[in-house]
């Protein structure tokens, strides 16, 4: 007998009384964790707390070169090289103005992961209704299949100039190495990036090769730096322009920053 009870026979009972003796429902389930991005690889290359600023920096390279390599892909090679074929320095100002806009939504892509422990899809998941989710989902695989199509297709075409490759058999030695590819990130996400910085490294050598013998006209490409006001007028510069823009702000990478880091663990 509860003594508030014995002591005033007329008391009404109150509300946490009347809770206590009520028989406890079942504890709500907590919403199950959803898993990270890349969870096979998540967190595999550990980072000492104690590292230096320097060791640190160098850490986090690995991510950064799968970022940078994303922009060396048949598009923007196409759009710059025919805006220098056909304008010459005037539209390097474009280029520049759009890698800081790609540095920019790598930023942002970068603190979403970073504030949530999510990519950009599973944030979509989490914000949006399921029919948006899908919407976007639908929308992103068309995405992936016309920029995949580039990729294959300027894979192929290249083994054709550089080798004399068929063209089937150049886009069947294109989808072999992304098996290959696959195949290095179950070994260890170290190995991708080993592979990716020596294929960087190959491209800014002949880069360099071929600045060295071109002999640009630095005072010309300077004045490339300034945007020309000839682009609002001329409808050939404005198209090319447009094109490098989305070739360099549209590239995967640019939303993709967060789950390069993912293979990084460091430390609370």
């Known amino acids: 007998m509860n003594p ?22 079942a504890p709500a389930q907590k919403p199950q964790a959803m898993l990270p991005s890349l969870p096979e690889v998540y967190r595999s290359v550990p980072i000492a707390s104690g590292a230096s600023l320097l ?9 950064g070169y799968l970022v940078a390599v994303g922009y060396m892909d048949p598009g923007n090679w196409a759009t710059d090289i025919g ?23 790598q930023a942002l892509s970068a603190k979403l992961g970073i504030a949530t422990g999510l ?19 639908l929308l992103g695989e068309i995405a992936i299949a016309a920029c ?39 070994r260890g996400f170290r190995w991708i990036e080993a592979l990716v910085v020596t294929l960087i490294a190959t491209i800014a050598a002949c880069f360099a090769y071929e600045l060295f013998f071109a002999q640009p006209l630095w005072h010309e490409a300077a004045t490339g ?3 020309p006001l000839r682009l609002l ?9 447009i094109g490098i823009l989305g ?22």
């Open 4 to 25: 508030v009870f014995e002591s005033s026979p007329g008391a009404v009972p109150l509300e946490s009384e009347v809770s206590a003796l009520a028989v406890p429902s």
């Open 55 to 63: 060791r640190k920096l160098l850490a986090f390279a690995g991510p």
């Open 83 to 105: 805006g220098g074929s056909q304008f010459g320095y005037t539209l390097l100002s474009v280029v520049i103005l759009s890698s800081l806009m790609a540095i920019f939504v």
């Open 119 to 137: 990519d950009l899809a599973q944030a979509c998941r989490e914000s949006y209704s399921r029919p948006a989710g899908l919407a976007l989902w």
């Open 148 to 186: 995949d199509l580039a990729e294959v297709l300027g894979s192929a075409v290249a083994l054709k100039l550089l080798f004399g490759i068929p063209l089937l058999v150049g886009v069947l030695i294109t989808g072999a190495d992304v098996l290959i590819v696959l195949a290095l990130q179950g």
């Open 225 to 227: 730096l300034l945007p």
């Open 233 to 241: 007028h001329d409808r050939d510069m404005l198209y090319l322009a």
């Open 247 to 268: 070739a360099t702000v549209g590239s995967a990478p640019a939303k993709n920053a967060k789950r390069y880091a993912l293979p990084r663990s460091t430390p609370p």
